[in-house]
């Protein structure tokens, strides 16, 4: 987890990356590419910061795009939609090559995704999709997959009995996705009857206090729940809190996506059951690629589509990985996400 005085320093970064780019003065996109030493300008425009993980995509995109020849122009809307769309209106105003957008909301950003592209701008939609914008690619690891690997884990391990969702943030599309690859997994048992779904929690955002209220109400004195699937590792965290407080860790299987390091800990503690890794650099070094290509009005390269709820649009997704206590030094260990070290602090071996 990040220190005060680390989150002190993120700021001054961020602050520092987009104070510098702006100083070198955005012309406008036309008058850069006259330019013999035309660099592309990519404008990225984040949630928040509040996601461990969404750091790691920061410093990798940005280094990747660097190395690319290109710069990047760094905007974080602290989790506000408004905030969002004023701050795209600003990058383009300032003269991007393409915009690179997490959005905070998936429909309420769509009007300025159409305005970027009524200016010329191509727009990626980078791990969540915005619907209904006809973005030109979305990146994103597979959601229904993170959703299916999770429910398959769980469902092999208790085969039966009684299980809670918690989704993610319902203005999140990925919430959806990841949903449907819980349903996906779990129907054919809810059908059969040897799961039963007490309840499936639908929070405003990702980090809301209803889930904690919503989840402690079910927790009653006989109440049995042998699973919880949730949208992330921050609400898992959240659970295990809660169930902690009634005695019941370890007693319910817990699980979430991220491999935050906190996560990994719980897992390797007995606390969580599992959780999903997306290896963030691959994610962010194809993405920094295919933005600098999208700059240059370079053509990319496809399989797949998605439905965007008006549009199919270009769809490169990337394979999430599962992580419980037996393969946590054959994946974020091994591939240096967390050292050993830091994983089995809690543990004594």
């Keep these: 987890m990040f220190t005060s005085a680390k989150r002190v320093l993120w700021g001054a970064l961020v602050v520092a990356l987009t104070v510098g780019i702006l100083g070198a003065g955005l012309s406008s996109c036309a008058k850069r590419k006259k330019a013999a030493d035309y660099v ?120 039966s009995g009684n299980y809670v969702i918690v989704n993610g943030a319902i203005s999140d599309n990925n919430a959806y996705m990841i949903n449907r690859g819980f349903h996906s997994v779990l129907d054919p048992f809810i059908a059969s009857g040897q799961i039963h779904l007490l309840e499936e929690i639908w929070p405003s955002d990702w980090m809301s206090d209803e889930v904690r209220t919503r989840f402690e109400a079910l927790v009653k004195p006989g109440q049995k729940i042998d699973a919880v699937l949730c949208g992330n590792d921050m609400l898992a965290e959240t659970v295990i809190s809660v169930l902690s407080e009634n005695r019941m860790v370890g007693k319910t299987k817990v699980t979430g996506q991220d491999a935050e390091l906190a996560a990994c800990q719980r897992i390797a503690e007995g606390s969580q059951f599992a959780t999903i890794y997306k290896p963030i650099d691959a994610l962010a070094l194809k993405a920094a690629g295919f933005a600098v290509m999208m700059a240059k009005g370079e053509k990319i390269d496809y399989d797949n589509k998605i439905d965007d709820g008006h549009y199919k649009v270009p769809y490169i997704a990337l394979d999430p990985i599962l992580v419980t206590a037996s393969t946590l030094d054959s994946t974020v260990i091994r591939d240096g996400f967390h050292t050993r070290a830091d994983v089995y602090r809690n543990v004594k071996r």
């Excluded at 990747?64 to 122009?73: C, M, N, S, T």
């Excluded at 991007?96 to 010329?120: M, Q, T, W």
Aim: glycine share 4%; hydrophobic share 45%.
């Design 40 to 159: 592309p300008v990519i404008g990225f425009s984040l949630d928040s910061l509040v996601v461990e993980r969404w750091r790691r995509d920061v410093d990798s995109f940005t280094k990747a795009a660097h190395d690319l020849g290109a710069e990047v122009a760094l905007r974080v809307a602290n989790q506000d939609a408004n905030t969002q769309i004023a701050q795209v209106r600003e990058l383009l105003s300032q003269g991007i090559d393409v915009l690179v957008i997490i959005p905070n909301d998936a429909e309420k950003l769509s009007d300025v995704c159409h305005e970027a592209k009524r200016k010329g701008v191509p727009v990626m939609s980078y791990d969540r999709l915005v619907r209904g914008a006809d973005v030109d690619l979305y990146i994103s690891f597979d959601n229904e997959k993170v959703g299916s690997l999770q429910a398959q884990a769980v469902t092999e391990a208790v085969p």
